[in-house]
């Protein structure tokens, strides 16, 4: 069985690619698309997604471990529909900003950017208003005692990969989740010390698109 891994107190950098895809797991609770179960999605899955359709705001920590043992980690904000920023921890200069109609991936010491149609990603699904599984294709789902693992495919601008997530199954809480891609290559995202509820400043979520067309 799989478990959630605990927080390091390393965390040198990752690479660009593997920012973007371990950030756009979150993206897929509950969501992708994928062969459907014959059944189609279980209660436990429908009722996570509720659980997450509920939460408009939410803000805390996370950690990423990507393939070759690399660790970052930084701070996340989300707002429904369409908004999310990630801010990794210095010395990574690295920042993810959606706002409601595209994604940016953005080098603060380079001064680059990377720019993606929101629609074209799955952020696009975690930033509904609604999560509803009877229009998405869930792969498998387990439920053990201590954890539910949700098994999602999803197929983006970044190509093909498999999302396995894994949550509280008291509270429906998102542990963390791995995205594998079509090399077999594993990317972990960590979450904790999440709150929900929060009011964000419209700031949090501005696209700097004057130094974006810059380039």
Known sequence: MMTPR???????????????????????????GAPALAQGPSDAAQKIADHFSSVKTMTGEFVQFGPRGEQTGGKFFIERPGKLR?????????R?????SNVVVGNLKLKT????????????????DR??????????????????????????????STI??????????????????????????????????????SKVFTIPYDDVHKL
């Open 6 to 32: 605990s927080i390091p107190s390393h965390r040198p950098s990752l690479s660009r690619r593997h920012l973007v895809l371990g950030l756009a797991g979150l993206a897929a609770v509950g969501l992708a």
């Open 86 to 94: 990630f801010n990794f921890e210095d010395p990574s200069p690295i």
């Open 96 to 100: 993810v900003i959606a706002d409601g």
């Open 113 to 128: 950017w990377d720019l993606y149609p929101l629609s074209k990603t799955p952020l696009s699904l975690l930033l509904a």
């Open 131 to 160: 999560i509803d599984l009877s229009n998405q294709m869930v792969r498998s789902v387990k439920e053990e005692s201590d954890l539910t693992t949700i098994v999602l495919g999803n197929k983006t601008v970044f190509g093909d």
């Open 164 to 201: 396995t997530m894994m949550f509280d199954p008291k509270t429906y809480d998102l542990r963390q989740w791995t995205i594998t891609d079509l090399q077999g290559k594993d990317t972990t995202v960590m979450i904790y010390n999440v709150q929900t509820g929060v009011r964000f400043d």
